[in-house]
Structure formats: C-alpha cells, structure tokens
C-alpha cells in the first residue's frame, strides 16, 4: 500500500475557499481557478484527503495568476480518507481509487480541456496525486510533470515516463524514501530523450509541500521553495 497510509495530518477543508469555483468538468466535480480564456491549463491532484484542503487550493489560486487555468478534480467522487478512518478503511481505499483508474479520468479531462481550446497541459501531483501523475507522463497528452511526495512508484512507472518530468521529494519521507527518489533519479538519467530533475529537500517528512502549518517558518520556507521549483519546471515547458 502507498497511498492512505501518508495522510496523518489532514488539512484545513473547507470547499468554499478560493478565488475559483466547483464545477464539472470530463464527469468530475473540479476546483476551477484562473482566465477561462486562457490556453495553458495545469491539472492538480491531491493527496488522499481529497481537492477541498485550502492549502491546495491557495496553491492553485496562486498557479493561476500565472495565466494558467487550473483544475483540481474530486478524483474519488467524495470518497477521500479522513483522520478518523478506520484502518480497514484506509486499507481497502486505494483498491477503490486506483493511479490507473486516476489517469484515465484525467485523460478524459485533458481531452475536454483541449476541445475548449486549452491546447498546453501540465500536471502535478502530491501523495496519491504524484502516483497518478506519474502514470499521466507516459501519455504524450501533457507538456510537463511535477511529482511531489509520492507515493510509491514503480520502476516501470519512471521507465515510461514520456514528458519532462520533476520529482521533488523528503529526506525524512518514510512513505517514499529518499534512497528511492534517487534510484528514481537514475532511471531517469539514463533516458535520454526525457527531460527531468530530481531534488531531495532536506529536513522535512512526507506531506511537506501540500500539508503545513503556516506558523511553522521553517515549513513554509520548505513548501514555498518546492512551489517555486513546481513553478519554474511547468513555466518552463508547458506554454
């Protein structure tokens, strides 16, 4: 298991937040934010506790004002992990909510992106998110991935990775390792014909750049510099 077991310290919901609005969109309820006019657009996915954290969606707020229209989908249809969920809860939830099943949902909104004129998409994933994105890279339908705190990936999963792809992760992550996010990075040394980065920021555990208290100076130093790394690799290519 890689998914549920991350999310120990939920955040603040609250599904009224944002500049953006909830809407529909490829048959999922989604944060929408940004110029609707725009044809750049980034798609964001959560970590288990689902699109409503305002830490999310001030990230996503904050993406937009870049010219990007930005869509964080409810990928689990209301059915995210809470603090208070029982263990065979979590246990069976990534059965039920499975990076694959991610992606193709994903695709469908790409697709539905495109045909309103949005012909630049990035994505970038946390937790569950980076796993689902990870399984988006290897379809040509994006410009550009960031993956944050994943959980964990599979060789093959790195192998195909088909975009430019950045993988941020903790040195203190015990749900994605260190050692893994560098064996990571050597696959991806190898492949020529992908664009990638790889960082390892040091101190913090997993959930450090979607789940952190405000107060905390040392976290949001942390958070913030791997949203302007998230920034810099999407800018960079999906334009």
Same mark, same amino acid.
Not at 22 to 34: D, F, M, Q, R
Not at 47 to 69: H, Q, T, W
Not at 171 to 191: A, F, R, T
């Given at each position: 298991?890689?998914?549920? !077991?991350?999310?120990?310290?939920?955040?603040v919901?609250?599904?009224?937040?944002?500049n953006?609005?909830v809407?529909?969109?490829?048959?999922? /309820?989604?944060?929408?934010?940004?110029?609707?006019?725009?044809?750049?657009?980034?798609?964001?996915?959560?970590?288990a506790? &689902?699109?409503?954290?305002?830490?999310?969606?001030k990230?996503?707020?904050?993406?937009?004002?870049l010219?990007?229209?930005?869509?964080v989908?409810?990928?689990?249809f209301?059915?995210?992990?809470?603090?208070?969920?029982?263990?065979?809860?979590?246990?069976?939830w990534?059965?039920?909510?499975?990076?694959? /099943?991610?992606?193709?949902?994903?695709?469908?909104?790409?697709?539905?992106?495109?045909? =309103? &004129?949005?012909?630049?998409?990035?994505?970038?994933?946390?937790?569950w998110?980076?796993?689902?994105?990870? =399984?988006?890279? =290897?379809?040509?339908?994006?410009?550009?991935?960031?993956?944050?705190?994943?959980?964990?990936?599979?060789?093959?999963d790195?192998?195909?990775? %088909?975009?430019?792809?950045?993988?941020?992760?903790g040195?203190?992550?015990?749900?994605?390792?260190?050692?893994?996010?560098?064996?990571?990075?050597?696959?991806?040394? %190898?492949?020529? !014909?992908?664009?990638?980065?790889?960082?390892?920021?040091?101190?913090?555990g997993?959930?450090?750049?979607?789940?952190?208290?405000?107060?905390? !100076?040392s976290?949001?130093?942390?958070?913030?510099?791997?949203?302007?790394?998230?920034?810099?690799?999407?800018? /960079?290519?999906?334009?």
């Amino acid at each position: 298991m890689s998914g549920p !077991e991350c999310c120990t310290n939920p955040p603040v919901m609250n599904s009224s937040f944002g500049n953006g609005s909830v809407e529909e969109i490829g048959g999922l /309820k989604s944060y929408i934010t940004g110029d609707r006019s725009s044809n750049r657009g980034i798609l964001l996915g959560s970590d288990a506790f &689902g699109y409503e954290g305002v830490m999310l969606r001030k990230l996503a707020d904050k993406i937009s004002s870049l010219g990007y229209l930005v869509v964080v989908p409810d990928f689990f249809f209301g059915d995210c992990i809470y603090s208070t969920s029982p263990p065979e809860v979590r246990t069976n939830w990534l059965i039920n909510h499975s990076p694959e /099943k991610g992606c193709e949902n994903a695709r469908k909104i790409i697709g539905e992106l495109k045909r =309103k &004129g949005v012909y630049a998409v990035g994505a970038a994933g946390f937790c569950w998110g980076g796993m689902m994105v990870a =399984k988006l890279a =290897k379809y040509n339908e994006i410009k550009a991935a960031v993956i944050l705190h994943p959980g964990r990936l599979t060789d093959n999963d790195v192998n195909e990775v %088909k975009v430019p792809v950045a993988i941020l992760g903790g040195e203190l992550d015990q749900l994605c390792p260190q050692e893994e996010i560098k064996h990571y990075g050597k696959i991806l040394s %190898k492949n020529q !014909e992908v664009e990638s980065y790889v960082k390892i920021f040091p101190g913090v555990g997993h959930g450090w750049a979607s789940r952190y208290s405000e107060d905390d !100076e040392s976290a949001v130093r942390s958070a913030e510099e791997a949203h302007a790394d998230m920034l810099n690799w999407l800018t /960079k290519y999906v334009r």
